[in-house]
């Protein structure tokens, strides 16, 4: 085995100092009250300090006087044990620090022997990667709004003189860059809307942010709306973390269901619509963003405002341009190619080859649906899948849509008489059919009839009913 020599041992003891000053990693050893005995060079490089002017010194005096961020000696010469910590100094550099004591055999610190490594350059890389992180989310977000896009589902399907009307108005109001509020029931489209102004507005090349505001909890709104800086609660991303508005930044930030916002949250949206800036949980620096936002709701805001439950500033502001869509029920027009819509997507979707009776085709129009296109969107994917002939007939309609139109139905010819109930129903039926097809000879052979009877049942029907609405008129 070898040993050292006392030759080497006395030389190495001579150069200790030297050998130290070598390091590239800093060092400075305090004695058992925290006085500065020693410093190497290195340290003073990442300090950006000098040892004479340390040397002696005190490290409370050093952390009070904040050339230092937070003292290890101090946590060591407290705790007696080795601490590791980040600290940081006033040039802005950032060091790991690991402070070891040193006792002697009557179990006291004599020394405490701090190393110090420059991580400023990994505390940068680690910034660098978390704002590509960012920017990574942010194209995420952009891409699948792109793949929305791209999907037959993301378009308006429009028929309806009703709904053509507002569509005509959404794409004149698209090119002007102001506030918008959508209304309507749910599943009426207002989303669809939203997307339309995105796609025709100048900020087409900029982001389009989804926000559903009743499906986030209320405390993680403010975070999740303007992000947050490393450490701002227990719980935070040690780096901090971007908000969606911050994303939205040169794009278009769509707030679903924005009556769920809590009156906390509905100041803190007032006062971004009106300076143009978010600041950041934890952070003091006012951020500058530019987002055009467009708001939905089915609530009736003017009543929320009445009760207090929504602010009246808050409304005006997102209330610039109102567009209201419809419900089905009072579009009828739009029902037909729907279906026929869902059917084609569907079975594409589904590697399937089915069509629709017309016999069903007219009891889904008769239907209120009380969930608008969302509601027919589920029930054809339901009939496409459950139905185990190509044809879909009424066996196959879902129960609860059945119910409905036999009610409805039961109630009109309560106490009529076998003929007039008869009457009744072939008068919707041929009603019905002309509406759907716009023509008297599609519509007669959807009925199993001929044009020229279809005609005079027709006639005679509405002359009946013209007949009865002149006697009520004189009543």
């Known amino acids: 085995m070898n040993r050292i020599s006392l030759e080497a041992q006395l030389l190495l003891m001579e150069n200790f100092e030297r050998v130290i000053d070598s390091s590239f990693d800093g060092m400075f050893i305090t004695d058992g009250i925290g006085n500065i005995l020693y410093l190497n060079s290195a340290y003073e490089k990442i300090a950006s300090l000098k040892r004479v002017d340390l040397l002696g010194k005190n490290m409370v005096d050093i952390e009070k006087a904040g050339i230092i961020s937070k003292s290890a000696t101090l946590i060591v010469l407290k705790k007696r044990k080795t601490t590791s910590l980040n600290q940081e100094f006033k040039t802005g550099r950032t060091a790991l620090v690991t402070s070891t004591p040193i006792f002697n055999d009557k179990n006291e610190i004599i020394f405490v022997v701090t190393n110090v490594r420059d ?20 194209y995420v977000y952009q891409i699948e709004e792109l793949k929305n896009q791209l999907i037959q589902d993301g378009e308006i399907i429009a028929e309806d003189y009703k709904m053509l009307k507002i569509l005509q108005s959404v794409k004149r109001v698209a090119k002007v860059d102001t506030t918008v509020l959508i209304l309507g029931e749910t599943g009426v489209g207002k989303e669809e809307i939203a997307k339309i102004i995105y796609k025709n507005s ?53 707030l679903d269901e924005v009556a769920e916002l809590p009156l906390n949250m509905q100041v803190k949206l007032l006062r971004v619509l009106q300076e143009e800036t978010i600041t950041r949980i934890g952070g003091h620096k006012e951020i500058k963003i530019n987002v055009r936002i467009i708001s939905a709701t089915n609530n009736d805001l003017e009543e929320m405002v009445k009760k207090g439950l929504f602010r009246e500033d808050l409304f005006y502001r997102l209330n610039v341009i109102p567009i209201t869509i419809p419900p089905l029920r009072e ?18 979707k589904y590697n399937t080859n089915k069509k629709i009776d017309s016999k069903v085709i007219s009891i889904l129009y008769e239907y209120p649906w009380p969930g ?26 879902p ?14 010819i309560e106490n009529k008489t076998l003929k007039e ?11 019905n059919a002309y509406e759907k097809h716009k023509n008297v000879r599609d519509a007669s052979k959807t009925l199993g009839i001929d044009a020229a009877t279809f005609v005079r049942k027709r006639k005679r029907y509405e002359d009946a009913r013209m007949q009865q609405d002149c006697k009520n008129a004189t009543k």
């Open 372 to 397: 608008n296109i969302r509601q027919i969107k589920n029930n054809i994917e339901r009939m496409i899948l459950l139905s185990e002939d190509s044809l879909i007939t009424v066996k196959d309609i």
């Open 119 to 138: 991580i400023s350059e990994l505390e940068q890389l680690k910034k660098k990667v978390q704002t590509n992180k960012n920017l990574v989310k942010k």
């Open 331 to 348: 579009r009828r027009g739009d029902i037909a190619p729907l279906l026929k819509h869902f059917v084609d997507y569907y079975n594409a």
């Open 202 to 254: 100048l900020r087409v090349e900029g982001p389009f942010i989804k926000v559903n505001c009743g499906a986030i909890p209320e405390n993680l709104l403010e975070s999740e709306f303007f992000g947050y800086e490393k450490g701002a609660f227990t719980g935070a991303n040690n780096v901090g973390k971007i908000g969606l508005f911050e994303l939205a930044d040169n794009g278009t930030i769509f």
């Open 399 to 412: 129960l609860d849509i059945i119910k409905e139109q036999n009610s409805e139905l039961i109630n009109e």
């Open 421 to 431: 109930a008869v009457g009744i129903l072939e008068y919707k039926m041929i009603t």
